[in-house]
């Protein structure tokens, strides 16, 4: 009969961990070491560095050079790009400007195949096969699991394509083995360290006087996670709460919970825990926008309002989260860069085909975004 007791209290402590989550950190994979670096030097000044490059123009000025790089035949090569989900707003962003570059860089439009894996590792892997059997002479894929790198790694080198990993890193065993063979494989994202920390730091910079609204000196929060499998989830979800705590604030985990990047599951999740927890909740963290705008619907839902009794910080800088923080709803974002990211890959790919090499792997800084510069983010990303 104890023994039972015991058994039913563990289980019932091992759910409420699952659901709650609170307090986890993430393992610690990935191959950029100099996060802290990073996050130390990024913040606002790369507004204006990210606004001045960013996207059509530098594309047509280095288009001609790039095709006559390839010997002007990048038309007539073929380039098979393999998307997790084309209902993720955030990668239909990016798919939709890799594709613009890459034709802009000299690639016949009929010779880029984009495919939706549909969060499904086996009908990706699928596709992955077709491409090799199609004989395309370059691949950029965006895992369904990152875990499943090694394999899909092993099988297109090979057939001797070279590969570009996009948006969700493989883990550093595997980078390395990349580095170790001397293969034609990088990948190409910016390190969400730095996003997590942003978020934190908008809230911070609020001042504890205005995030404290019960005036008990902790800032208690809830916090909605992307795919747990997704190192970008896992360093968001610890580096945003590490902002405040290396900002020397006491924090409330009061639940921790998985939107899978999804608006409708985000705003759910946070209408529960605001009818579980009530006043107590004051500030939201959303891992990315899509679940931010499902968390803004819940709080609006709930007659809360953002800025006065509720903070709610997300990240991609998606425009519809652009004009939330225009209008006051949304306290900050951080801009996602996809430009830069899609335009890395597709360089990467030409050099690839150019035969020449990559580094194994390519950065891009993230941007805070707060109501100083949410419209010249939204005027660029429009
Ligand atoms: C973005 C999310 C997106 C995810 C897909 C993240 O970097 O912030 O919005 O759902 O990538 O892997």
Redesign the pocket.
């Known amino acids: 009969m104890k023994k039972k007791v015991i058994s039913l209290l563990l289980t019932a402590t091992m759910i409420a961990a699952m659901v709650t989550g609170c307090g986890g950190s993430a393992d610690t994979p990935a191959s950029t070491d100099s996060a802290a670096d990073t996050t130390a030097e990024a913040p606002a000044d790369t507004t204006a560095d990210t606004t001045a490059e960013a996207p059509a123009d530098t594309a047509a000025d280095t288009a001609d050079a790039a095709a006559d790089a390839a010997g002007g035949d990048l038309a007539d090569k073929k380039v098979g790009v393999c998307i997790?989900q084309f209902s993720?707003?955030?990668?239909t962003l990016f798919r939709e400007e890799l594709e613009n570059y890459l034709v802009s860089q000299g690639f016949a439009q009929e010779n880029i195949t984009i495919v939706d894996g549909a969060n499904d590792q086996a009908t990706q892997t699928g596709q992955i096969d077709n491409f090799i059997a199609d004989k395309v002479d370059v691949l950029i894929i965006?895992p369904v699991n990152s875990s499943s790198a090694e394999t899909i790694t092993d099988k297109v080198v090979e057939a001797g394509i070279p590969l570009v990993y996009i948006?969700?890193e493989p883990d550093e065993a595997e980078e390395q083995r990349w580095e170790d063979n001397g293969w034609n494989v990088t990948y190409v994202g910016c390190d969400a360290r730095q996003s997590g920390t942003f978020q934190g730091e908008m809230i911070v910079d609020l001042g504890l006087d205005t995030v404290d609204l019960n005036g008990d000196g902790v800032i208690q929060y809830i916090m909605v996670e992307?795919d747990p499998e997704?190192v970008?989830a896992q360093y968001r979800t610890e580096f945003s709460v590490k902002a405040l705590t290396d900002a020397g604030l006491e924090v409330e985990c009061l639940s921790d919970q998985v939107g899978n990047?999804q608006q409708a599951e985000a705003q759910q999740i946070v209408a529960n825990a605001l009818g579980q927890y009530g006043e107590d909740v004051e500030v939201v963290f959303c891992n990315?926008?899509?679940m931010a705008l499902g968390a803004l619907q819940a709080i609006e839902s709930a007659g809360r309002t953002v800025g006065t009794d509720i903070f709610l910080v997300g990240?991609?800088a998606l425009s519809e989260a652009l004009e939330d923080v225009i209008a006051g709803t949304m306290t900050g974002t951080v801009f996602?860069d996809h430009f830069s990211q899609s335009h890395s890959a597709a360089d990467a790919a030409i050099n690839f085909i150019n035969g020449e090499t990559n580094d194994y792997y390519i950065g891009c800084d993230y941007v805070k975004v707060t109501s100083d510069n949410a419209q010249e983010i939204l005027d660029m990303v429009k």
């Open positions: 997790y993720d707003n955030f990668m965006n948006n969700r992307g997704n970008d990047w990315n926008d899509a990240v991609d996602n």
